[in-house]
């Protein structure tokens, strides 16, 4: 069986009531609100121009005077030193101190430049048109005139020191031999009697190329052996 509520008591019929009764305590809250704050709060901005605060314990900042200068000397001229010329007439200026001035200045090097046609930078050749001839042979004429010149060591002979010594040497335009350079040696002994023997040699033909006298390189080998 179901209960039926009595019209009295259904409170469904008073919803809207209760609603307006709600709006005007909001009402009346918001009011008292807006009452009771009366005062006026006020923003002073008397310092709003004014300088920052610089901490106390900030380093005081100091600046360097600047060093004063001296008194000017005064130049004095002496009236004999001076001598009256034409406007028309040339003055030689001698200074006396330039040559002490300049002895405190390192001076460069200037290295000599070769003259033209000098045959200083010209490589040598290892085989021209026409080869150097030495006493109207080759280079086998010129190492027995070498071998039939040696003489033996003495320190070589005692220590029983033998081997190959080479050498290379340079005919120059006019025949002369130089630029003697040893490539292998068993010993110094050695080595500066084959030296001592190719400085003295007699002048050679010089080689030429295109019938132009060259320079003209050639390697020595010679052997030191003991009998």
């Not at 008591?9 to 009402?27: C, D, H, P, T, V």
């Not at 009771?36 to 380093?59: G, M, Q, Y």
């Not at 033209?116 to 290892?126: D, H």
């Amino acid at each position: 069986m179901e209960a039926k509520k009595s019209p009295g008591a259904n409170l469904e019929n008073k919803r809207g009531l209760f609603y307006q009764i709600g709006l005007a305590a909001s009402l009346l809250i918001m009011i008292g609100v807006f009452a009771s704050s009366r005062t006026e709060k006020s923003i002073d901005f008397s310092l709003r121009d004014t300088a920052p605060v610089i901490p106390a314990d900030l380093p005081e900042l100091v600046r360097e005077k600047e060093p004063e200068a001296g008194p000017v000397k005064p130049v004095v001229v002496n009236p004999q030193d001076l001598r009256i010329v034409p406007n028309d007439s040339r003055i030689n200026v001698e200074i006396d101190w330039i040559d002490d001035f300049l002895t405190d200045i390192p001076m460069p090097v200037v290295e000599s430049v070769p003259e033209a046609g000098s045959s200083v930078n010209e490589p040598p050749f290892i085989i021209a048109e026409d080869m150097p001839q030495f006493q109207g042979g080759d280079l086998s004429t010129f190492r027995n005139w070498v071998l039939s010149n040696l003489a033996y060591p003495n320190i070589a002979r005692q220590n029983g020191i033998e081997g190959k010594v080479t050498l290379t040497f340079v005919i120059e335009k006019d025949g002369t031999l130089s630029n003697i350079e040893v490539l292998t040696s068993p010993d110094r002994s050695l080595s500066d009697e084959a030296v001592r023997v190719l400085e003295s040699s007699p002048q050679w033909t010089p080689g030429k190329q295109r019938n132009t006298p060259v320079r003209v390189r050639f390697t020595l080998p010679l052997e030191f052996k003991l009998q």
